[in-house]
């Protein structure tokens, strides 16, 4: 069962998950949730650098799950000017991220129609409308966004006699990892658990049912989750960068 075509348009409404408390990143979160943390020298909150990117890449539309301090996330809303339409919704008791998941989708204007998602605490810039394409291509049910961190710690090379060859610096992981980004086929909610978490129930069945796709980010994308005070300080180094 599919939705789209090929040559399908990319979906223009999206899902921001942004109920989370972010103890780590106290106390930057004391008195405003995640999504509303800024990159030291910005004076963007995460949020704001999210609706931006998803209204550049044609979303119209955009649902937020609001839960910790939701009161806070929702003042700057009413006073941004924003550059897409913007609903928010608060779970009546907490669901899960399924659950919550599929409890923000109901707010989407149009249910028949894809949908992109995002968790709120990721900073990233690349073309959702190339990985639209790619969810269409595979004829998907699902497609989450696949990144190569790079590993915090520094790697020791060696040869096959335990040798030394050489100490590299943060090298990028082996593995890729899930971005917190995702495209969705209209009938991707009705399979989403009431209560729950989708990565247990849902993913892994349309993984064996060859209906989940992996898209890697293109090369030089920039992607961050946002976690720590250590991670608002390298993220505000890196957006410094010429």
């Not at 399908?8 to 943390?37: E, H, N």
């Amino acid at each position: 069962m599919t939705d789209a075509s090929h040559d399908a348009p990319p979906p223009t409404q999206a899902v921001v998950l942004a109920g989370g408390q972010g103890s780590r990143l106290r106390p930057y979160t004391d008195d405003r949730p995640k999504p509303m943390v800024e990159i030291p020298g910005t004076g963007i909150p995460i949020i704001g650098h999210q609706l931006t990117w998803l209204a550049a890449e044609g979303v119209t539309d955009a649902v937020i799950s609001c839960g910790h301090l939701a009161e806070v996330l929702q003042e700057w809303l009413d006073a941004a000017e924003l550059p897409l339409r913007v609903t928010t919704v608060r779970e009546p008791e907490p669901l899960g991220r399924g659950g919550g998941l599929k409890y923000a989708a109901a707010a989407l204007p149009r249910p028949d129609e894809p949908w992109f998602a995002t968790n709120g605490d990721i900073w990233t810039r690349f073309s959702l409308r190339e990985m639209a394409a790619f969810h269409a291509e595979r004829d998907a049910t699902a497609t989450l966004a696949l990144a190569r961190p790079r590993i915090p710690w520094g790697a020791v090379e060696t040869d096959e006699f335990g040798h030394v060859l050489d100490f590299i610096e943060a090298p990028p992981s082996p593995y890729l990892i899930n971005a917190g980004v995702y495209v969705f086929a209209a009938h991707f909610t009705k399979l989403l658990p009431d209560r729950g978490d989708h990565e247990r129930t849902t993913f892994p069945r349309l993984a064996r049912e060859r209906l989940l796709a992996g898209f890697p980010l293109p090369q030089g994308a920039y992607w961050r989750a946002i976690d720590t005070a250590k991670d608002l300080t390298e993220a505000a180094r890196e957006l410094a960068r010429p």
